[in-house]
């Protein structure tokens, strides 16, 4: 593989609207990003990805872009982004923009002129399709509930296509004006200085034209859009003419958001000659889903958890680096969802931290996940600002499901949980504005926030800290960026154990992902512990014992380890 300027860094996504309130108005923006750089240099972060901060009307919290060109008033001004820039720069760390090219807001020049003259110049920038017989041209159901298509107002019989929310009209890639149209954009953002993008809901731009019928995989006679993606072929060829018209001149950093690929596409899209520099693994994140909705979902087991990164991994590591998440701005917050009930605590979360940074890939952290942020608490549907939740709590009680019953469902997988204010401090508001909060603060934030976690050395922030400076090591740092991983004891149960197999280094990563207590036996001798998550247990003489063939580890529950192999 050929080595590239990103591999040993660490990235961290930044929801604005909620990371860092710098002017009392309850929403994040970029002089709070500004004023936290300091912050996150000291995690440890180089690569920081921003999500929208684009104008827009918010239907879908900056996915539905107005204008591509200009920030949205309540983030700041295109002077704020200069110096966010400047700032950066002086301190080495790289500004990656969120690009939402898919589709673009019903506010947007392009749609409104396209609505006023549909079979003009503009309406060929979106799929504008006569229906049948007054109804859709397709059963296709939108990612968000109900039809993908939506009636053009003062037509009959005239529709436009949109995969998410109604006010997200999808742009047609299939005319080079429009594709030209981005390109110009990207250029003119990477003159700026950004460094790169992330590719939202990118597999999606390219359709399949015949915009027939599905078979109904619900109750209500549609199909998931995301079937047609089986029959849309061609998206490549739009991937790569981006790349080559508008990334590579500026040896952009490029990472998409892909959901619906195909296994055997992979070097397509992070080979050598791919058209990103990598993808998120979305692969644990799909465990327990269900396409009859989230009422059908299920708890993630821990041999799934497992199981899935191992197959992942073996799937990857020969082509590129993959970008290793436990959470986002789509999804619950990742201790909540792949720790047992009952049992989220520091150790279990640093665990976790462990398993993601120790596995092969290029590590992505999302705000709040280095202090081991929780899901919340909504007592009421009316608290919840996210469209997706709010669509799925009417799905679960079209499905006989109470009030109560309902909001549990959808709040535990709800999007709000990671969009809640990022905890800074015990201060009122988790000390994330002095004004009230655009959607309230997890109330845990007394006992989980950075002030307190960073006086704490065995704290969840220091043990990131720990994990983060380990790819920068001069010792160590090959083998964790570039060390194959070879898993073994497979056959245990709730254990999750592999070598990462450097040039010069070999390290042996343990995770018990349990409460209960083990005792297991390797093949090799241990010359070093790297990494230990139990500061009760710091000194291997408490927990190693050397046999004549190999090593016998004893685990206390969710212990984490990093053992240099003699």
């Not at 050598?272 to 327990?288: K, M, R, V």
């Not at 926030?449 to 704290?459: H, I, L, P, T, W």
């Amino acid at each position: 593989m050929q080595k590239k300027w990103w591999h040993n860094k660490t990235a961290y996504q930044i929801y604005p609207k909620s990371f860092c309130d710098s002017n009392g108005d309850g929403i994040g923006d970029i002089r709070g990003i500004i004023g936290k750089l300091d912050y996150l240099k000291e995690l440890g972060i180089e690569i920081i990805w921003i999500s929208p901060i684009y104008q827009s009307p918010f239907v879908d919290q900056g996915y539905d872009i107005s204008d591509y060109y200009a920030l949205d008033p309540v983030f700041g001004t295109m002077e704020d982004m200069d110096e966010l820039l400047a700032e950066a720069k002086k301190r080495e760390m790289y500004i990656v923009m969120d690009l939402v090219v898919n589709h673009c807001s019903d506010q947007h020049e392009w749609f409104q002129k396209a609505m006023k003259d549909p079979y003009g110049k503009y309406g060929k920038y979106f799929y504008i399709k006569e229906g049948k017989n007054g109804n859709p041209p397709c059963n296709w159901r939108s990612y968000f509930g109900g039809s993908v298509w939506e009636p053009v107002p003062g037509y009959d019989n005239l529709f436009y296509l949109h995969m998410f929310a109604k006010e997200q009209p999808d742009l047609n890639w299939e005319n080079p004006e429009v594709r030209e149209e981005i390109y110009k954009m990207i250029r003119w953002w990477l003159e700026k200085g950004v460094a790169g993008f992330r590719l939202d809901a990118i597999i999606n731009i390219k359709k399949d034209l015949r915009f027939e019928d599905f078979p109904a995989d619900r109750e209500d006679g549609m199909c998931s859009c995301t079937t047609m993606l089986q029959y849309a072929d061609g998206v490549h060829a739009f991937l790569q003419e981006m790349k080559q018209e508008a990334f590579a001149p500026y040896q952009a950093f490029t990472i998409g958001e892909l959901f619906d690929f195909r296994e055997e596409e992979l070097e397509r899209y992070i080979g050598a000659e791919g058209c990103f520099e990598s993808i998120f693994d979305f692969a644990p994140h799909l465990i327990g889903a269900s396409g009859k909705g989230w009422y059908d979902c299920r708890k993630v087991t821990p041999d799934e958890y497992r199981d899935t990164i191992y197959n992942s991994k073996k799937m990857s590591q020969h082509i590129g680096l993959e970008a290793n998440i436990i959470e986002n701005h789509d999804e619950p917050r990742g201790v909540s969802r792949y720790l047992p009930d009952g049992e989220v605590n520091e150790t279990g979360k640093k665990m976790l931290a462990g398993i993601m940074m120790m596995t092969y890939g290029l590590p992505f952290l999302y705000q709040g996940q280095e202090i081991g942020m929780e899901n919340t608490v909504f007592q009421s549907i009316d608290e919840i600002n996210d469209i997706s939740t709010i669509d799925e709590y009417h799905v679960a009680r079209k499905q006989g499901f109470d009030e109560k019953q309902a909001l549990d469902i959808v709040t535990r997988i709800s999007r709000d949980n990671a969009r809640t204010p990022m905890q800074w401090s015990d201060d009122k508001h988790a000390g994330f504005t002095e004004g009230t909060p655009w959607l309230k603060e997890n109330p845990n934030y007394i006992k989980i926030n950075v002030a307190d976690q960073e006086g704490r050395k065995d704290s969840v922030l220091n043990f990131y800290k720990e994990l983060i400076r380990l790819r920068k090591d001069c010792v160590y740092g090959e083998c964790v960026v570039y060390g194959r991983q070879v898993p073994i004891l497979e056959e245990e149960h709730n254990l999750v154990a592999f070598y990462r197999k450097g040039e010069e280094k070999e390290l042996l990563i343990l995770a018990n992902y349990q409460k209960e207590k083990r005792t297991i036996v390797v093949k090799d001798h241990v010359k070093k512990v790297v990494v230990n998550n139990d500061s009760s247990k710091k000194s291997g003489d408490s927990f190693l014992k050397e046999l004549a063939d190999g090593t016998q580890i004893q685990l206390g529950g969710y212990q984490f380890l990093v053992l240099e192999k003699e």
